[in-house]
């Protein structure tokens, strides 16, 4: 009787341990999934604010635009990591105002150069939604695994930062989103 109630408590710590293992890999997993998502998201960003900053000073947009554009996109690549959320929305703000009509995104068209730039900007502009959702999703996923009271019981998830979302007004100009073929 005694060896057979040893054996099972042997089996079940065996399972525990696995289950506690499993789970810390999961955890670990979705935290690499969020760094990586994080990069993605850096880098649509960083993609939009420099093809803001070509297409602001190329000399394809009057000049009030193009001050605009440049400003808000320079705050944005420059911007420190506690204000980068800020300094993002107001480039998508910056691009709505000058690309809200579609006036513009055909004057921008006309010029030598211009469909290039404003598909090169749709495009970037297309992907930092997708981006930012990838990234969410992935913070959200760790988030929810983090609060269950085993992962917080048995301190999984080690010295890890817990993971926090990247909120941003990332609506895209209406000009711009409904171009065909982007």
Do not use: C
């Amino acid at each position: 009787m005694t060896v057979t109630l040893i054996v099972w408590i042997v089996v079940a710590l065996i399972a525990i341990g696995v289950y506690l293992s499993w789970t810390a890999g999961r955890l670990d997993r979705l935290h690499s999934r969020i760094d990586a998502a994080r990069a993605a998201l850096d880098a649509q960003l960083l993609r939009r604010a420099s093809v803001t900053q070509e297409l602001a000073t190329s000399g394809v947009l009057d000049p009030a635009a193009s001050i605009v554009l440049y400003e808000a996109a320079h705050a944005a690549r420059q911007a420190e990591e506690d204000q980068r959320e800020v300094a993002e929305s107001e480039l998508s703000a910056a691009l709505r105002a000058v690309f809200g009509e579609p006036a513009q995104v055909k004057a921008v068209k006309e010029v030598p150069g211009g469909e290039d730039a404003a598909t090169e900007l749709a495009a970037a502009v297309r992907r930092v939604p997708m981006a930012r959702r990838f990234h969410n999703d992935s913070v959200r996923a760790a988030r929810a695994l983090r609060r269950h009271r085993t992962v917080r019981l048995f301190r999984l998830a080690g010295h890890a930062p817990f993971p926090l979302a990247f909120e941003m007004d990332d609506a895209p100009p209406v000009a711009l989103a409904d171009r065909p073929g982007t």
